[in-house]
């Protein structure tokens, strides 16, 4: 990867798609949960879930992000579907690996209020429903995770755990989603000028449909 990737390390529901395009209309070649064909020219990676390559990659090279040269950002990592379970913005071993090998990788977390994240996933497709809680999420073990007090807990202490993963690091920035001019704090931390900032993936009279992609992070 470039020597300066950004990670999303946020949860589905939590603005992965806004960050998404607005990385992406600043120039950048941004993937987020699944490599789709016209973002690489390596037929290896074409239409696959960015999380088994993260750990594929993780237990054979020791870095994360070996195979991942061609982007300049990672809005969303997780997968979740009838084979695949996997969370690596929850892993403080992944995200130790990355730092390691990215020492200038730049991470940020897009917080909501959890409740109102947490009302989002129960009403995202069956990712609320069924998917989270038959699957032994990290902090999320079944049968947890089918009403939104679970996965308001869930929010909270993934929210807690990233800051204190990286307490003090100027690698890190948490920002509110619906404050306002909150774009601004993402350019001063990124160094990167973001031409558009808005809410994505929000309903059908979205401006520019063709940039965008579902923010479902998983498979059903």
């Keep these: ?22 990385l992406r209309r600043a120039g950048l070649n941004v993937i987020d949960w699944r490599i789709r064909e016209a973002q690489t020219f390596r037929e290896d990676l074409k239409d696959q879930l ?12 020791g870095d994360p992000l070996a195979r991942f040269d061609e982007f300049h950002a990672i809005t969303e990592m997780s997968a979740i579907n009838g084979k695949i379970n996997m969370w690596p ?13 990215h020492p200038g990788a730049k991470f940020l977390l897009s917080m909501r209020d959890p409740e109102a994240v947490a ?19 990290p902090g999320l073990p079944r049968p947890y995770g089918g009403n939104v007090e679970n996965l308001t807990r869930w929010v909270n202490g993934h929210y807690d755990f990233c800051a204190r993963f990286f307490r003090r690091s100027p690698n890190f920035l948490a920002y509110e989603l619906e404050e306002k001019n909150v774009h601004h704090q993402i350019s001063r931390f990124l160094r990167l000028e973001l031409p558009w900032w808005g809410k994505a993936n929000m309903n059908i009279r979205q401006t520019d449909l063709s940039d965008m992609e579902s923010d479902d992070h998983v498979e059903t």
């Design 1 to 22: 990867m470039i020597p300066n990737p950004i990670i999303s390390l946020s949860l589905p529901k939590s603005g992965t798609t806004t960050l998404a395009m607005a």
């Design 89 to 101: 913005q929850t892993d403080s071993g992944m995200l130790g690996a990355i730092l390691k090998h």
């Design 50 to 61: 960015i999380a088994p390559l993260m750990y594929e990659d993780y237990f054979g090279s």
């Design 119 to 137: 009302k989002s996933m129960m009403g995202w497709n069956n990712l609320g429903q069924v998917r989270l809680p038959r699957n032994d999420v």
